[in-house]
C-alpha cells in the first residue's frame, strides 16, 4: 500500500509566477489536509478537503491560495504570483476520514518550495 | 479555536536516560491526541496517538499520558538512544470535521 505521494518534491520559482503542489493520497483515504512549514517552525493547517469539497480552509489566505481535491485525480494546492515569503515546505496529509482510525493522518514528503 | 503550548522547545539528554515531552491544549471537546517525530528534511511520522477514554498508552519504548482534567498530555520515551534524535510534535483534534492542531515541536538531542 504505497503511502502519500507528492510531487514535485523541490519546486523552484520567481517571484509572480504560480506554484502547483499535488498530493495523492493513501489508498481508501478520502481525506486530504494541507500543512506549511517554516524552517524551525511547526506545521501550520492551511485546508482540508474530502472529495470535491472544501472542509475548512481557514488556514490558508484568502488571496493568491486555492486547494481542491476534484473526484479524479490528486489534490492540487495551487499558489498565483508567489512572493518570497511563500518558500516554506509544504505537506499533505490524508485520513481515511471514516471508522475507528479516521481521525490518523500520515504525511506525504513534502514539496519544498524556493521562491526567487 | 484550539490552542496547544509544548514543553520544552530544545531537549538533550544522554543515551540511556529518560526524555520527556509536555503538551497542553485548550479546548475541552478534544478527544484524539497523536504525537508525531520528524527527523531533518523527512516528513512528519506517527509514532504513537491517543483518545480521551484513556489515560495512558505505551508502545515499547513509548509511552503516552493523558490528563483530560488538567488538559495535558505528555511523551515518554525510555533508554533513549541517538537515533531517537529528531523535531517531535504533539497534536490535538476535536470531534466531527476538526482538523489537527499542532504544537510548536520539540528538539530533542540523545548524545552517545
Known amino acids: 500500500n504505497a503511502g502519500v505521494m507528492q510531487n514535485p518534491r523541490h519546486l523552484v520559482r520567481r517571484r509572480g509566477q504560480e506554484a502547483r503542489l499535488r498530493c495523492s493520497p493513501m489508498k481508501g483515504h478520502s481525506h486530504v489536509y494541507w500543512y506549511r512549514q517554516l524552517p524551525e517552525e511547526g506545521l501550520k493547517f492551511m485546508v482540508y478537503?474530502?472529495?470535491?469539497?472544501?472542509?475548512?480552509e481557514s488556514g490558508m489566505p484568502k488571496e493568491r491560495f486555492s486547494a481542491e481535491f476534484p473526484k479524479e485525480g490528486p489534490s492540487i494546492l495551487r499558489i498565483q504570483q508567489v512572493v518570497r515569503g511563500d518558500s516554506a515546505a509544504y505537506f499533505c496529509?490524508?485520513?481515511?476520514?471514516?471508522?475507528?482510525?479516521?481521525?490518523?493522518?500520515?504525511f506525504g514528503p513534502g514539496t519544498r518550495l524556493t521562491v526567487l | 479555536g484550539e490552542n496547544v503550548e509544548q514543553h520544552p522547545s530544545t531537549l538533550s539528554v544522554q543515551e540511556g536516560d529518560s526524555a520527556v515531552i509536555k503538551c497542553t491544549y485548550s479546548?475541552?471537546?478534544?478527544?484524539?491526541f497523536p504525537w508525531y517525530k520528524q527527523e531533518l528534511g523527512k516528513r512528519p511520522q506517527l509514532i504513537i496517538d491517543?483518545?480521551?477514554?484513556?489515560g495512558e498508552k505505551k508502545d515499547q519504548r513509548i509511552a503516552v499520558t493523558l490528563n483530560k482534567t488538567a488538559k495535558h498530555f505528555s511523551l515518554h520515551i525510555t533508554e533513549t538512544q541517538p537515533e531517537d534524535s529528531a523535531v517531535y510534535f504533539c497534536a490535538a483534534k476535536g470531534s466531527g470535521y476538526s482538523t489537527l492542531t499542532f504544537g510548536k515541536g520539540t528538539m530533542l538531542l540523545v548524545s552517545p
Open positions: 491517543i483518545r480521551s477514554n484513556v
Open positions: 478537503l474530502q472529495k470535491e469539497n472544501i472542509i475548512d
Open positions: 496529509a490524508s485520513s481515511p476520514g471514516m471508522g475507528q482510525r479516521g481521525d490518523t493522518q500520515y
Open positions: 479546548d475541552s471537546a478534544s478527544n484524539y
